[in-house]
T-cell receptor, first 114, second 113 residues
Framework: GAGVSQTPSNKVTEKGKYVELRCDPI?????LYWYRQSLGQGPEFLIY????????DSGLPNDRFFAVRPEGSVSTLKIQRTERGDSAVYLC????????????FGQGTRLTVV | GNSVTQMEGPVTLSEEAFLTINCTYTATGYPSLFWYVQYPGEGLQLLLK?????DKGSNKGFEATYRKETTSFHLEKGSVQVSDSAVYFCALDLEGGSYIPTFGRGTSLIVHP
């Protein structure tokens, strides 16, 4: 595609529910990153994929968060038993995975847990 | 650990004023350094980058020089415009196999006519 696409753009869910956030990266980009951005803060790293595998998931805050990228392209971030503190903008980025390479970001999914 | 520290915002300037947004970093090894910009209602996008010491990145009138001795990458522009109003993020990526960009907290710039 022309850019990184994230769906939905907005998601409102009730506390305790399960949500899935989707990211469609730029075609040919092997690296895919998920970040979380709270108001007034910079993007906070969650997880990084190189191809199909999660190469670094050290940023996931707890075991309620999980992400997959089964075919090395589209990725889904899954959040179980959502909490109000999970409310944030979830950003996806992709890149060619090389030193000094630009990361291309999607518009983000704004998640609100009520 | 590896981190980026940016000056607190918001930075409020009049049009045609000189802009400096400070950024310092802590990293093991030799990172590449970036400035990303987020315009209102838009996603993050790369503004400029530098991949080694003493390199200068430039774009749209903005410049930043990779200073290894002071571990800094300050963003400058000689004459800002209202359209430069945005949030600016300093970032680094790390040599050594996994180039995961690490971001500062962002600095909001507001330019008045």
């Amino acid at each position: 595609g022309a850019g990184v696409s994230q769906t939905p753009s907005n998601k409102v869910t009730e506390k305790g529910k399960y949500v899935e956030l989707r990211c469609d990266p730029i075609s040919g980009h092997t690296a895919l990153y998920w970040y979380r951005q709270s108001l007034g803060q910079g993007p906070e790293f969650l997880i990084y994929f190189q191809g199909t595998g999660a190469a670094d998931d050290s940023g996931l805050p707890n075991d309620r968060f999980f992400a997959v990228r089964p075919e090395g392209s589209v990725s889904t971030l899954k959040i179980q038993r959502t909490e109000r503190g999970d409310s944030a903008v979830y950003l996806c980025a992709s890149s060619l995975m090389d030193r000094g390479t630009e990361a291309f970001f999607g518009q983000g999914t704004r998640l609100t847990v009520v | 650990g590896n981190s980026v520290t940016q000056m607190e915002g918001p930075v409020t300037l009049s049009e045609e004023a000189f802009l400096t947004i400070n950024c310092t970093y802590t990293a093991t090894g030799y990172p590449s350094l970036f400035w990303y910009v987020q315009y209102p209602g838009e996603g993050l996008q790369l503004l400029l980058k530098a991949t080694k010491a003493d390199d200068k990145g430039s774009n749209k009138g903005f410049e930043a020089t990779y200073r290894k001795e002071t571990t800094s990458f300050h963003l400058e522009k000689g004459s800002v415009q209202v359209s430069d109003s945005a949030v600016y993020f300093c970032a680094l990526d790390l040599e050594g196999g996994s180039y995961i960009p690490t971001f500062g907290r962002g600095t909001s710039l507001i330019v008045h006519p």
